[in-house]
């Protein structure tokens, strides 16, 4: 089927496959649906995608996404900074933000912890969060990684790190079930997690 498709459009197809969930008979529908747009549909389309690929970026401070230097969290100045929440990635700090229970800041690592995928420490925002936490100002860090053995051991890795900062290292209770990832976690056993978090 693919042989008769324009080269054009085996191009756009093989971008989509890489796309997380993706496979070729959606990425194909998905071509075909575009196709099917009027000509200013699919420049509105690819005007967005430009517009997030130059005017979006991480936040200087915490890793979330942001148009400025200051994404909308740090740039807010309600949110209690005594506070920092810190996340696998993007994914997870807004399915937290969905539960609506938490006011405090975010820090996004950018990932795990994994030797087998050789993600080391360095590879990741750990260093940054140190340095928010000697600034002073923090008073709790909530290490809401993952519960599978690389967000345990992310988190194990933190609060070590954090040893002595006098700040309180937490982690979500309870209620996250082992190999599960927080984006996919329903708005209850999230917000029962982060109020009946521990200090590990």
Do not use: W
């Not at 000509?39 to 509105?44: A, E, L, S």
């Not at 909308?72 to 949110?79: E, I």
């Not at 209770?173 to 927080?182: E, F, H, N, R």
């Amino acid at each position: 089927m693919k042989n008769h498709l324009p080269q054009p459009v085996l191009k756009l197809i093989d971008e989509l496959r890489k796309l997380p969930g993706v496979g070729e008979k959606t990425a194909t529908r998905y071509v075909l649906n575009l196709m099917n747009r009027s000509p200013d549909g699919v420049r509105n389309l690819e005007a967005a995608l430009s517009s997030m690929a130059e005017g979006v970026k991480a936040c200087d401070e915490c890793g979330f996404v942001a148009q400025g230097d200051l994404c909308d969290f740090c740039g807010d100045p309600s949110r209690d900074r005594s506070t920092i929440c810190v996340a696998e990635n993007v994914a997870d700090v807004l399915a937290i933000e969905k539960v609506g229970d938490y006011r405090g800041l975010y820090h996004v690592l950018g990932g795990v912890i994994s030797v087998l995928r050789g993600v080391t420490p360095e590879g990741l925002r750990i260093k940054d969060l140190a340095a928010r936490v000697a600034d002073g100002g923090v008073r709790e860090v909530i290490l809401a990684t993952g519960a599978s053995a690389e967000g345990e051991t992310t988190a194990l890795y933190i609060r070590k790190l954090l040893e002595g900062s006098g700040v309180k290292v937490s982690r979500p209770a309870t209620g996250i079930p082992m190999g599960s990832s927080i984006e996919y976690l329903d708005a209850v056993t999230l917000m029962r997690a982060l109020r009946g978090r521990k200090e590990l």
